[in-house]
């Protein structure tokens, strides 16, 4: 079945812009992302929207359909009635620069800030082992495409540009969790506190976790239960526990030179 379907798509730049009707065609099994590449190719050739692999895996057709953050290669036409409008708009938390495309430079500065992975200093290439329980549980938050709907959702930054500066987000929240549950990383003995940069640089306690992130994940990562959740545990243990924090210190002044 072929019909033309009505949309709403956001057009302007930084210095402003509204929604813009359009009839596109839309064919049996298209997504989101045909559409707009119809509208493109057929009436707004300098439509900017930014697409890689339209195959849910780039992480860089993020935006908003009808308020919700959504992939468009990843949402199909078929989910809305022909007769519905279906409304496309860049992603909220993120500044425009122009119709669908937004400056998500916010998340690589925040990427920037975690501290990297660091290798056991006792092990060398070829030695690491790991339990495949642990391997499991990591490779969960290895799936991440980095398509940002998950900050994007945060209540945190979504309406509240101030926050941005002292909190990271779920996406990298989650990170700072991962590293701090590998079991081959040795940030302590290098003097890097996981924890608590979760806290005080990263603004773990920002997150009162209502989950937002996890619902728009396309990944389906359990960014809150299995991630957000835990480190807030572990670092209430280590703030609050004082034989946990003690234990933490003479680990830390003994792994020393
Ligand atoms: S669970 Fe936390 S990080 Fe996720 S959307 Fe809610 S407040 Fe933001
Ligand atoms: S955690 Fe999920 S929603 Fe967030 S950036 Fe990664 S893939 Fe996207
Ligand atoms: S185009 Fe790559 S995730 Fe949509």
Redesign the pocket.
């Known amino acids: 079945m072929s019909y033309q379907a009505r949309f709403k798509v956001w057009r302007g730049d930084a210095g402003g812009g509204g929604l813009v009707d359009y009839e596109i065609a839309v064919n049996d099994g298209e997504v989101v992302?045909d559409a707009i590449h119809r509208l493109q190719a057929t009436q707004c050739p300098d439509l900017a929207v930014r697409?890689?692999?339209?195959?849910?895996?780039?992480?860089?057709?993020?935006a908003e359909v009808n308020g919700r953050p959504r992939?468009?290669?990843?949402t199909r036409m078929s989910v809305f009635a022909p007769e519905e409008t279906v409304t496309v708009t860049p992603m909220r938390a993120f500044p425009v620069l122009r119709d669908l495309v937004t400056d998500v430079s916010y998340n690589y500065a925040k990427a920037r800030e975690v501290a990297s992975f660091v290798p056991p200093p006792e092990l060398g290439p070829g030695e690491y082992r790991m339990k495949q329980e642990d391997v499991g549980r990591l490779q969960e938050f290895r799936k991440c495409?980095e398509?940002f709907l998950c900050q994007d959702t945060c209540h945190v930054v979504r309406d509240h540009e101030e926050n941005k500066p002292a909190f990271a987000g779920p996406r990298f929240l989650m990170r700072v969790a991962e590293l701090d549950m590998h079991p081959l990383d040795a940030a302590d003995g290098a003097g890097i506190d996981r924890r608590r940069a979760a806290r005080e640089a990263h603004g773990l306690g920002y997150c009162n976790i209502t989950k937002c992130c996890t619902e728009v994940c396309?990944e389906h990562i359990k960014i809150t239960d299995n991630a957000l959740i835990p480190l807030k545990e572990r670092v209430v243990d280590r703030s609050y526990d004082p034989l946990v924090w003690l234990g933490s210190k003479i680990r830390r002044r003994g792994a020393r030179p």
Request: charge should be positive; glycine fraction near 10%; include cysteine.
């Open positions: 992302l697409w890689n692999c339209k195959a849910g895996k780039c992480g860089s057709c993020s992939l468009m290669c990843m495409i398509c396309p």
